[in-house]
């Protein structure tokens, strides 16, 4: 690597990013704290352990997935030994931490009691899955950032299940608009823009995004025909490809005509949104690159694989004069853009639906996080150390990937299961009248080996879409005010998107208002390779995932940043805070799409109906048991399974 670069980038600096032993991120707040060299049995057990504080590589960290990597290698047993009989029993065994598993918690207590005894399993050093904390200590001030899920929202309205979870949570949907500033950014003068990197355009160049279709929270988009003249004056792209970009903004033809509305969508859902424009409105091929990454922040994947009747339901040009029908259910994909009721229901926290975690464990560990409302959850502290005390009736046990369940006896007549997990590498037993398995699903048929040979199949095609959620503190956001910009959409960089971080303010958490403030800067990478079927695209995503050092990804992150606000005097090396890498190698869960799955064009049952099925005394839920990478999903398919096995006692 050029050291000189390096330097400039500010690579050795000494920031809240990176400090590793044993592979883990050890430094909390802005100070460097020694290892906590624990056993890993203790180590949520130590006053402090506190892992939203850790910052560099998090989501799925060193010390996650390893364990469950050996299982799916065959090679765990040969080195595990026989595992530990601990003499624990519960009345469930919840496998995932996440949003299904705590919901599947707090809704088998209220069908069995609050006297229940519980376990929740789960592989990382915190709780709440994909629903991850972030937080920063910079200039005396905490500031948060969602590590991975974003808000509550829904392309569909939530079910009267989800509705009712977060109505008894106490969160007020409605009350949003309270907390949130959607007008701080443009009161400034900054809107959205789109970075052309040299790499894919010939030019590093910013300009104003005329057409943008995701960050849109955060307003102010230039006035959108001085977005557009500014756009056609500075883009790196031929005339031709403007003079086509600007075609198909304005177009209003009817490409198929004489055909109805179905049979409009018919055809769009068998050809990608890439070939729409390359072959019915015939753009330039410019223009398909500046359009390509879109849908990154949703499908993980670009335009080549996501079809034009999903395009045209996230709101990308080129449709109007198709005049399609908008309302729901006339489609097999996404049909139009969300509908009002699912619009209104919005809401982010500043650590996004990780408040929606903390929340349930605080309903299910009360002595955990202190506090009662929505507002004051924001800022309490989780005290790590109440979360597997065995005076509790519920107990969060980290950092223990589960290897093993299995009944009994015979499933058909089995009263209890056994539930094996991994804590280092060192297997422990426990005992359950019950278990959810809220964990991913391709991961299912490696724990439990006895399920009929059809559900395995379809468990294992729950593969999940790869992401990488960045947070980077940086010190100030002048530069971002003198460039006039709040969000870049990148079409062709390593991350497609990098914004400032919605401004909400709840209760005793202010959120940056001034650009001479530290801030959150968000970025998103999904790794993709264009062209490959989707899931091929996602398996590879996932394995460059793992495959990236920190080093690369640190410097991916500075290089990006310092290209996109060179100009308006950013220095990477002086005005980086802090970074944390959120790496989902699993991420979303796989939707079904009607160009890579032809079942969903044809009907009838889906791979995850049969993946779900009650197995004896064990049920399944998780986000994959919907094939729907949402929340309220999570929340759904955790009170099925847990329906499922109360109607049986
Ligand atoms: C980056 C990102 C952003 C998202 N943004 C949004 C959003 O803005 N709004 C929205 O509604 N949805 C969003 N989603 C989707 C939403 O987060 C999920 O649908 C939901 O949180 C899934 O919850 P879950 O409990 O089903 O799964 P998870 O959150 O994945 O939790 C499952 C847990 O089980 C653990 N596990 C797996 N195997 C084992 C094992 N063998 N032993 C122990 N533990 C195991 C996993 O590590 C994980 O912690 C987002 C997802 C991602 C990845």
Redesign the pocket.
Known sequence: MDSSRDRELGMKCNINRRDFLNGMALTIGAAIVPHPLWAMEERQNNPDYYPPALTGLRG?HIG?FET?HA?RDGTFWENAGEPVATGEEYDLVV?????????AAHYYRKSAGSKSRILI????DD?????KRNEFRVGGRTLLG?????????PAPYSAVANSMITELGVDVASYHKYVDKSLYSSKGLSNYIFFDKETFGADTSVPNPYPMSGGENEGEHEASHALSLFLKNAPISEQAKSDYQRLLSSNIDYFPGQSSDQKKYRLARISYAAYLKDVIKVHPDVIKVFQAFPHPLFGIGIDAVAAQDAWGLGAPGFDGLRLDPSPGKGMNRDCIPNEEAEKYFFHFPD??ATISRLLVRQLVPSAIPGKSDIDVVTSRVSYTRLDDPRNAVRIRLN????KVNHIGPSANASQVEVT?AIGGKPYRVRANHCVL???HV?IPY?CPELPAKQKEALESAA??P?L?TNVVINNWQSWQKMGVSYFYAPGSYYSSAGLDLPVSIGDYHCSRSPSEPIVIHMVRTPCQPGLPARDQHKMGRAELYATDWETLERNTRDQLARMLSSGGFDPARDIAAITV?R?P????YEYNSLWDPFWLNGGVTPCEIARAPYGRIAI?????GA???????IN??YRAVKELTAKS
């Open positions: 799925a996650s469950a299982l496998v995932g931490g996440g949003i299904s598993g705590l919901s399993l789960d592989n990382h709780f709440g899955g994909h629903a969602y590590g991975g899920t974003y808000s509550i929202e829904s996004g639906n223990s990937t589960v290897v997990y809220a964990c991913w991961m724990l999940k879409v992401l959620y959120n989902w699993h991420g979303y869960a839920a998780n986000a994959d048991a729907y990478a949402y929340t309220d999903e999570a398919q955790a």
